[in-house]
């Protein structure tokens, strides 16, 4: 069973504008959530992580926000470019055990120039 | 410094057969996972090695599945009789501890016909 869910496969966005990305878990002992983009023929490289004693983390036009209670969290990119174009991996790892991550199944992003 | 790398990048095996794949991890990295995404799905778990004993296996399949890491640097993954439903990208991925990112190799692709 699936314990992290994308469930939108695709997603398409104009240059300059938000990109919004979500992302669902249904196990309460997760702790640790990333987020991770991969190209084409590439590896997933990290992008952001976030811990469950916030609900926002930002880097740059990079901000990932956790509602503990609804078990979702998002991640977010302001203003959107067409090198963003990628999948995006949502994971997530229980508390004090970085040594499984559990993915979703990735949402493409297309941002159209 | 060099990434993880894994060989091959692309295999076409026939049911059967058996392949072994090779991740070499980023020097000095004592974590070394195996992940797995087939046919666009999720990315999933299947093992992790600290230095050369294996951690964690309740990823792997079925005893069809081998992976060693000896000496504690570079890791095989065997499979052996490789059957349809093993088709898909493999995964692997290097952390120095347990700090939450993990370093992904550009994958390896099975076919398996």
């Known amino acids: 069973d699936q314990q992290v869910k994308q469930n939108s496969p695709s997603l398409s966005v104009q240059e300059g504008r938000i990109s919004i990305l979500n992302c669902d878990y249904t196990?309460?002992?997760?702790?640790?959530f990333l987020w991770y983009k991969k190209y084409p023929a590439e590896g997933p490289t990290f992008l952001i992580s976030i811990s469950s004693i916030k609900d926002k983390n930002e880097d740059g036009r990079f901000t990932v926000f956790l509602n503990k209670s609804a078990k979702h969290l998002s991640l977010h990119i302001v203003p959107s470019q067409p090198g963003d174009s990628a999948v995006y991996f949502c994971?997530?790892?229980?508390?004090?055990?970085?040594?499984?991550?559990?993915f979703g199944s990735g949402t493409k992003l297309n941002v159209k120039p | 410094e060099a990434g993880v790398t894994q060989f091959p990048s692309h295999s076409v095996i026939e049911k059967g057969q058996t392949v072994t794949l090779r991740c070499d991890p980023i020097s000095g990295h004592d974590n070394l996972y195996w992940y797995r995404r087939v046919m666009g799905k999720e990315i999933k778990f299947l093992l992790h090695?600290?230095?050369?004993?294996?951690?964690?296996e309740s990823g792997m399949p079925n005893n069809r599945f081998l992976a060693e890491r000896t000496g504690g640097t570079y890791s095989t993954l065997k499979v052996q009789p490789a059957e349809l439903e093993d088709s898909g990208v493999y995964f692997c991925?290097?952390?120095?501890?347990?700090?939450?990112?993990?370093?992904f190799g550009e994958g390896s692709r099975l076919t398996v016909l």
């Open positions: 196990n309460s002992m997760f702790d640790y």
């Open positions: 090695f600290v230095k050369e004993s294996k951690q964690d």
């Open positions: 991925a290097s952390s120095p501890t347990n700090t939450g990112e993990l370093f």
């Open positions: 994971a997530a790892s229980e508390i004090g055990n970085f040594n499984k991550f559990y």
